[in-house]
């Protein structure tokens, strides 16, 4: 299954049991619409952490009854982001949403050492766009935590993404490992780490997938540039994930599809036991709700991490 939109994802996430789910710092408008409209569909149940008498203020102004709900009082983005965590620790929710906290003390929460989060493999963020005009979303990593992850890293960060495009029902994964230029060389040694990276993925990935690298983005996702070019590719110019070199590509490369292109871009943050949304603030509520839909259709399955 390759969804072509963030409409598809959400019919699926309509097509399963709704997801329990914390939000940290849950005292925001923006995010309320979003749960708000996340629970009008059914997908999700959801536990709010903050402060009890803000959440309950702006519930008023978008006409959400929250009263049905659990509400966990937090004040401090660290009691908020911990509290929010020891709930999916604890297996009483199954997915977390980042609300009114920043990234640093929602992640540090999760990752806490009383808590049973962490899977031993590295954070990073999955982004997922949905394009006009594209065929099928185009899913990038990682453009958003890892600054500099080494060779290893990069490893990580790639079965990662695999194991969460898998999980929600993307049958063997097509990867590129984006590079500027598809011939190998040490004089360009991102191109020589991204043929590296390809040859031991595919050899140590449990899933099925198809990986290549380097490939430049136009032979990545455009059939016509291949054929242009007189060039072969497992791929075929229709690649599922894009593997970025660097955070600069990567949030590059998202702002340009979101401002240029005006895509709508969804977030999910992998490597922790249950699915983490981290959405920005700026993001609109479509993003927000596409970003809870993504978490409930992985969440389903949570005897594997993502």
Request: aromatic share 6%; hydrophobic share 45%; net charge negative.
């Amino acid at each position: 299954m390759r969804y072509r939109n963030f409409k598809e994802v959400i019919a699926e996430a309509q097509a399963r049991r709704p997801v329990k789910m914390s939000i940290a710092a849950a005292h925001d408008l923006d995010v309320l619409v979003a749960v708000k409209a996340a629970f009008e569909l059914g997908i999700i149940e959801p536990c709010l952490v903050g402060d009890p008498q803000r959440i309950f203020e702006l519930a008023k102004e978008v006409d959400f009854s929250v009263e049905e709900f659990p509400v966990y009082p937090a004040y401090s983005e660290k009691e908020n982001a911990y509290i929010a965590a020891k709930l999916a620790s604890d297996g009483h929710v199954q997915a977390i949403m980042k609300g009114f906290v920043n990234s640093t003390p929602f992640l540090k929460g999760v990752l806490d050492k009383d808590l049973h989060l962490k899977t031993g493999r590295l954070i990073s963020h999955l982004s997922v766009f949905d394009i006009p005009g594209s065929e099928q979303l185009i899913y990038m990593t990682d453009g958003g935590i890892n600054i500099a992850p080494d060779f290893q890293g990069k490893k990580q960060i790639i079965l990662n993404g695999v194991e969460f495009l898998t999980r929600i029902g993307v049958d063997q994964p097509r990867v590129a490992i984006l590079a500027a230029n598809e011939r190998v060389s040490e004089k360009m040694p991102v191109t020589v780490e991204a043929d590296e990276l390809a040859i031991l993925v595919k050899k140590e990935s449990s899933q099925p997938l198809l990986i290549e690298g380097p490939l430049p983005l136009d032979l990545a996702i455009s059939r016509e540039s291949l054929l242009h070019k007189g060039l072969d590719s497992e791929l075929h110019g229709m690649a599922d994930l894009l593997i970025v070199p660097t955070i600069e590509a990567g949030n590059f490369l998202g702002k340009a599809i979101t401002y240029f292109a005006r895509g709508t871009m969804a977030g999910i943050v992998l490597g922790a036991r249950v699915p983490l949304i981290l959405n920005s603030r700026s993001d609109s509520a479509e993003a927000k709700l596409a970003s809870i839909a993504l978490a409930v259709v992985a969440a389903s399955n949570t005897s594997v991490s993502v």
